[in-house]
């Protein structure tokens, strides 16, 4: 435990017995693989549509044409409002403060697993999702705004 911030480190924080809470609170959720797997069992694959990020992130207007189609909704939709950023991200520069190549490595490691099976079940390539050695240099973070 690091005195100084009153918790365990990460890997210890989601494998340790009394960090139980925090894996079912959080980590747990994070298992996509898993918990898509187990919405599967109750729900036809015509029923589930998975989108991820990325996708909007990449072409707004298809992702929301593509969600419409899914739902029944008139997919001709547009609005007129411009997005706004409710949740903004810090200045690249805070990146790596945040969110330190360490504990990037970390999680990729935690959940490599859970991400190979995500790719399988989408039958998407998610590679970028375990590369632990992604740095938050400005092209990077461009892609993802």
Known sequence: MDPAQGVLP???RLTH?????????YADS???????????????????????????????????RDFFQ??????????????EEVNPDPPLLEYERWFPPE?????????RDDIEALQDLLDRD?????????TY???YCRRWR
């Not at 017995?17 to 609170?25: A, D, I, V, Y």
């Not at 899914?70 to 997005?83: C, E, N």
């Not at 504990?103 to 959940?111: I, K, T």
Request: hydrophobic share 50%; net charge negative; aromatic share 14%.
């Open 103 to 111: 504990l990037r490595a970390q999680l990729v490691a935690e959940f």
């Open 137 to 139: 240099d400005a092209e």
């Open 30 to 64: 994070c298992l996509y693989a898993f918990c898509i797997d187990r919405i599967r069992r109750y729900f036809p694959a015509d029923r589930l549509k998975v989108m991820l990020y990325e996708d909007l992130l990449a072409d707004q207007a298809a992702f929301l």
């Open 17 to 25: 017995h009394h960090g139980h809470s925090f894996f079912r609170t």
């Open 10 to 12: 990460l890997p210890e």
């Open 126 to 134: 998610l590679s970028a999702w375990l590369d632990d050695s992604t």
């Open 70 to 83: 899914f739902v029944g909704a008139d997919d001709s939709f547009t609005s007129a409002l411009a997005p």
